[in-house]
């Protein structure tokens, strides 16, 4: 499916999704370019992949000072 059918279909959506209101199309389309725009851009970055510096028994450093008043170092 092209690029503009994608738009077309999710403006679509969008009007069905808020009760078929009138004279909101140029809002509607807006509004799916830029949700098709952003699916494009997380598709190109791809799955994110887990550190594998990082154990599984490790605990993440949240820079929060532990019980005894001290960050962990």
Do not use: Y
């Amino acid at each position: 499916m092209d690029r503009e059918e994608r738009i077309r279909r999710r403006a679509h959506e969008i009007w069905k999704r808020e009760g078929l209101p009138k004279g909101r199309e140029r809002e509607h389309w807006d509004q799916a370019v830029q949700e098709i725009e952003a699916e494009g851009s997380e598709a190109e970055r791809g799955p994110v992949v887990p550190d594998p510096t990082v154990g599984a028994d490790s605990e993440p450093d949240t820079g929060v000072a532990r019980a005894n008043g001290k960050p962990k170092s």
